[in-house]
């Protein structure tokens, strides 16, 4: 069974930073691309970052762009999300995606990503 386990939210002060990690188990990642989605209360799940299967391209929503960076480590089944310059907009459930293998990191939206994870809260205080 495919699981995607993400940690590392929490309750933090605008400016400050925090790392998700996501760990997938049940299968090896190495070929999929993987992504971080959030979603706020009453509001769709969007697009945050994805990066492709071998680490070498990475995309990014334009609103975290220069505060957030996705980096994956192949060799420990995980996916990171860095997020630097947090404001209370920034507040949501982030979840982690991947796409069945070999397939594009280039898309944005949540149906196209297969595997899930349960989220991890970020709320981030003003």
């Known amino acids: 069974q495919v699981q995607l386990v993400e940690s590392g939210g929490g309750l933090v002060q605008a400016g400050d930073s925090l790392r998700l990690s996501c760990?997938?188990?049940g299968r090896?990642?190495?070929?999929?691309?993987?992504g971080w989605?959030?979603?706020?209360?009453g509001k769709e799940r969007d697009f945050v970052a994805s990066i492709t299967w071998n680490?070498?391209?990475k995309?990014?929503?334009d609103f975290v762009k220069?505060?957030?960076t996705i980096s994956k480590d192949s060799a420990k089944n995980?996916?990171?999300l860095q997020m630097n310059s947090l404001s209370p907009e920034d507040t949501a459930a982030y979840y982690c995606a991947a796409?069945?293998?070999l397939l594009t990191a280039q898309v944005w939206g949540a149906s196209e990503w297969d595997y899930w994870g349960q989220g991890t809260q970020v709320t981030v205080s003003s």
């Open 99 to 101: 796409r069945r293998p």
């Open 23 to 25: 760990t997938a188990s």
């Open 37 to 41: 989605f959030r979603q706020a209360p």
């Open 59 to 61: 995309y990014y929503a």
């Open 78 to 80: 995980t996916v990171y």
């Open 66 to 68: 220069g505060r957030f």
């Open 55 to 57: 680490g070498g391209g």
């Open 28 to 34: 090896t990642f190495s070929n999929n691309a993987m």
